[in-house]
């Protein structure tokens, strides 16, 4: 359901010893925050390379389609608490474009999906 087309990067998860679900957990914890403290003390353009963020992103989209295809739509946001609506916006726009969708695609899929 979640398949790309387009072909697999080269794992470097291969090279790590293997961890619980828990210790993922923290690591992306951790990271959620230095990443968070880094663009908020530096900016943007100095904390890591667009093809980093390209990298992190596609992960994230696949783990949160994941978890909505296992547990169910769980919005992956508390809007406000975490972020601005501007950012998500821009975030959003951004992850259609990359997709070469446009909104009223997802408005279709939302309806045909029944995840609104």
Partial sequence: MYASSEPAAPS?????????????????RACAA?????????????VVSSEA????CAALCKL??????ERGAVPPLTL???V???AV????????????LELFELG?????????
Avoid at 89 to 100: E, G, H, Y
Avoid at 108 to 116: E, L, P, R
């Fill in 108 to 116: 279709m899929w939302q309806s045909w999906s029944g995840m609104k």
């Fill in 12 to 28: 470097r998860a291969a090279n790590l010893p293997p961890q619980g679900p828990l210790e993922l957990d923290d690591q992306v």
């Fill in 84 to 86: 601005e609506a501007t």
């Fill in 80 to 82: 406000g608490r975490q």
């Fill in 34 to 46: 230095a990443l968070r403290e880094a663009v908020a003390t530096n900016g943007s353009q100095s």
């Fill in 53 to 56: 963020i390209s990298e992190l």
């Fill in 64 to 69: 949160i389609g994941a978890d909505a295809h």
């Fill in 89 to 100: 916006l821009v975030t959003v726009t951004a992850l259609l474009k990359s997709a070469n």
